[in-house]
């Protein structure tokens, strides 16, 4: 009974991440109008996510209320998602960076081929956070800080992102180490304006007149 026991606790505290997916993967190609409908799935591991990014599915790291895609609607994220469209980190250099990681790592559609009149590799990032961030402002920080760090795009890191599918999963480790979630920095105080300003430059008399009495 002891041993029963112990197995009770073991599954009681297993750790359960959620990320979201879009159910429709029919209709991939109209993945701009992907607004409603999100489903937020739960996992134990990255395998769940590279199942989904591999077969076909519309997902993201955000999960937000009801499924609906806003930044509004941003409840909290339990991983990062970078995209590296035109790299200074090759594919092989990202796979030797991120080796340590809790991580997958999946080339996307245009990977190798010609966009934009250049050929490189084209490939994106999930990477578990070390936990998880229920701050919209703080996790948008974080995903930038990561994007300048392994020069990612730093455009693809606001909280209503979603991520089509990936052609190939090249890499993966789903028992590293993860990111540890980075505090937003304190806002600079702004210093009061005195309540008087002096001067020692001339004021004219007529101008003093018109401070004091105002314009008729």
Known sequence: SRTIFRLIINITKRDIYMFSMHPDRKNVKFHSLYAHGYTSVEEENLRTIARAVLNGYVTSPCVWEKGIRK?????????????????????????????????????????????????????????????????????????????????????????????????????????????????????????????TLETNRYIPMWAKVVLQSGCA
């Open 71 to 195: 930044s509004i609607n941003w409840l909290f994220a339990d991983y990062l998602v970078l995209d590296y469209d035109d790299p200074a980190m090759s594919l092989d250099e990202a796979c030797d960076y991120y080796k340590d990681y809790t991580h997958f790592i999946g080339t996307t559609k245009s990977h190798q081929k010609v966009k934009g009149g250049k050929k490189c590799d084209r490939y994106r990032i999930w990477v578990k956070l070390d936990k998880r961030c229920k701050d919209p402002k703080q996790y948008t920080y974080n995903t930038k800080l990561w994007a300048k760090k392994t020069a990612a795009d730093c455009q693809a890191i606001d909280n209503a992102r979603k991520f089509l599918p990936c052609s190939k999963i090249v890499q993966g480790n789903m028992e590293g180490k993860t990111i540890k979630v980075v505090t937003l920095p304190k806002p600079t105080p702004i210093k009061p304006l005195p309540s």
